[in-house]
């Protein structure tokens, strides 16, 4: 009964692609001939914080449930939308909610993991000769309830859903052309890059570029879906993300990112050694903050100074648990900055080649700009900078790394 399933094609639209009745009737004229499909939708763009304003303007502090209920609305209106429209040019087409299209999670409410997907509906839909169009971002737990699966959550559905269907391919349409070599409003030269490895990707992701979210860079990953992010708008063929055995060329450096929305905290003169560091570091732990970089700033008299950096939503809690333990350490000083950005420098070439951290210092130096922090990973190198210099760091190493060409002094 699979016969279906060798040609068939996954294809995932945002919410700006779908951000309107012209551009929901635009996404049809694409789909229309293209074989066989299964689609997955967003809501329209700024719906869903359009629905959790209308969730918090009737309390603070809504039930979860209730979120998922509303916030599952806004993907059915799409779905719904899409199938009408689709019917209506003479396409056999049919919209299935989570629950329809049997995507099963667990039930962390805003948050969920998908536990399975049972194909037989959408396969059967198919058969039928119909496009299935499916709610992105939603599926049911065992109570039958409607859940979430975060928020940009309609990549993990799209990508989860060619894994269960052993699609050939899942391609991620959306408002940019690609994945860039860097930001291109902060560098208009950025490139837009025709192939990079899910590591990559992953980093370029976690790390600030918002074109596809983690956990579905994750599943193509572990379930071998070939993935294609490209543009509803423009025609041409996107960034492919494969795995990186199937990189013929592995660039040193793949994508300059950065990100402006973490708090960096310091500690000084912390007396006591590891035990001291230690306990502010599994309180952190203990009370779910999430420590990024970490540094150790210098150590003198048996006081240890350091620093480290948290999500600036997570600063304000951070910083009251480090005094507390300050008091406690007698610690003389804690001083919080806000005003950073973290640069990072990501290519899976950094594994066969010394002198990235060397080249990325000369240019650095160059433009006189200090980096207070720094972490490495095989395939990154991110320094932590005022966030002053940002532009200027982001703009002078793609130009060091990625502009072949560059201008003679
Ligand atoms: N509509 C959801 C959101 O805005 C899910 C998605 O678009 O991927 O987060
Ligand atoms: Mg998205």
Same mark, same amino acid.
């Given at each position: 009964?699979?016969?279906?399933?060798?040609?068939?094609?996954?294809?995932?639209?945002?919410?700006?692609?779908?951000?309107?009745?012209?551009?929901?009737?635009?996404?049809?004229?694409?789909?229309?001939? !293209?074989?066989?499909?299964?689609?997955?939708?967003?809501?329209?763009?700024?719906?869903?914080?359009?629905?959790? !304003?209308?969730?918090?303007? #009737?309390?603070?502090?809504?039930?979860?449930?209730?979120?998922?209920?509303?916030?599952?609305?806004? /993907?059915?209106?799409?779905?719904?939308?899409?199938?009408?429209?689709?019917?209506?040019?003479?396409?056999?087409?049919? *919209?299935?909610?989570?629950?329809? &299209?049997?995507?099963? %999670?667990?039930?962390?409410?805003?948050?969920?993991?998908?536990?399975?997907?049972?194909?037989?509906?959408?396969?059967?839909?198919?058969?039928?000769?119909?496009?299935?169009?499916?709610?992105?971002?939603? =599926?049911?737990?065992?109570?039958?309830?409607?859940?979430?699966?975060?928020?940009?959550?309609?990549?993990?559905?799209?990508? &989860?859903?060619?894994?269960?269907?052993?699609?050939?391919?899942?391609?991620? +349409?959306?408002? @940019?052309?690609?994945?860039?070599?860097?930001?291109?409003?902060?560098?208009?030269?950025?490139?837009?890059?025709?192939?990079?490895?899910? /590591?990559?990707?992953?980093?370029?992701?976690?790390?600030?570029?918002?074109?596809?979210?983690?956990?579905?860079?994750?599943?193509?990953?572990? +379930?071998?879906?070939?993935? #294609?992010?490209?543009?509803?708008?423009?025609?041409? /063929?996107?960034?492919?993300?494969?795995?990186?055995?199937?990189?013929?060329?592995?660039?040193?450096?793949?994508?300059?990112? +950065?990100?402006? $929305?973490?708090?960096k905290i310091r500690i000084a003169k912390v007396p006591g050694g590891i035990?001291s560091i230690?306990?502010i570091?599994?309180?952190?732990?203990?009370? =779910?903050?999430? @420590?990024?970089?970490i540094s150790q700033t210098g150590s003198s008299e048996g006081k240890t100074s350091i620093s480290f950096?948290?999500? $600036? /939503?997570?600063? !304000?809690?951070?910083?009251?648990?480090?005094?507390? &333990?300050c008091?406690?350490?007698?610690a003389s000083e804690v001083a919080?900055?806000?005003?950073?950005?973290?640069?990072?420098? @990501?290519?899976? =070439?950094?594994?066969?080649? %010394?002198?990235?951290?060397?080249?990325?210092?000369?240019?650095?130096?160059?433009?006189?700009?200090e980096v207070s922090m720094i972490?490495?990973?095989?395939?990154?190198? *991110?320094?932590?900078?005022?966030?002053?210099?940002?532009?200027?760091? #982001?703009?002078?190493?793609? $130009? &060091?790394?990625?502009?072949?060409?560059? @201008?003679?002094?």
């Open positions: 009964m699979q016969n279906s399933t060798p040609v068939l094609i996954v294809k995932k639209f945002g919410g700006t692609s779908v951000g309107s009745i012209e551009r929901i009737k635009h996404v049809a004229s694409l789909l229309q001939g !293209k074989g066989k499909l299964c689609v997955v939708v967003s809501a329209m763009a700024g719906e869903t914080d359009r629905l959790l !304003k209308l969730a918090s303007s #009737v309390t603070s502090d809504p039930e979860p449930r209730e979120v998922d209920a509303l916030l599952g609305t806004g /993907e059915q209106v799409t779905a719904s939308l899409l199938a009408m429209e689709l019917i209506s040019r003479g396409v056999k087409a049919r *919209s299935f909610d989570g629950s329809q &299209a049997r995507i099963s %999670t667990d039930g962390i409410h805003r948050h969920a993991k998908i536990t399975g997907i049972d194909t037989s509906e959408l396969l059967a839909s198919i058969d039928r000769g119909e496009i299935p169009i499916v709610t992105g971002f939603q =599926g049911v737990d065992t109570k039958g309830d409607t859940t979430t699966l975060g928020r940009g959550g309609s990549d993990i559905s799209a990508v &989860a859903l060619a894994a269960a269907l052993k699609a050939k391919e899942c391609h991620i +349409y959306t408002d @940019v052309e690609g994945v860039y070599s860097t930001d291109p409003r902060i560098v208009p030269n950025a490139r837009l890059l025709p192939r990079i490895s899910h /590591e990559e990707m992953l980093e370029l992701a976690s790390l600030g570029a918002k074109v596809l979210h983690p956990r579905s860079v994750y599943f193509a990953m572990a +379930y071998k879906v070939p993935l #294609v992010v490209r543009s509803t708008f423009v025609e041409g /063929e996107g960034t492919w993300i494969v795995p990186e055995e199937e990189l013929m060329e592995k660039p040193i450096v793949s994508g300059i990112t +950065y990100r402006t $929305d973490e708090t035990e230690k306990r570091f599994v309180t952190l732990a203990e009370r =779910g903050i999430f @420590v990024d970089m950096t948290v999500l $600036d /939503e997570q600063g !304000k809690d951070a910083l009251k648990i480090v005094e507390d &333990a008091r406690e350490l007698k919080v900055d806000t005003d950073i950005a973290k640069v990072s420098v @990501v290519g899976v =070439g950094m594994r066969y080649h %010394t002198g990235v951290a060397a080249d990325l210092f000369t240019v650095l130096a160059r433009e006189g700009i972490s490495t990973s095989e395939i990154k190198v *991110s320094i932590l900078v005022p966030r002053k210099y940002c532009e200027l760091a #982001v703009r002078a190493l793609h $130009d &060091a790394f990625l502009v072949e060409v560059s @201008v003679e002094k």
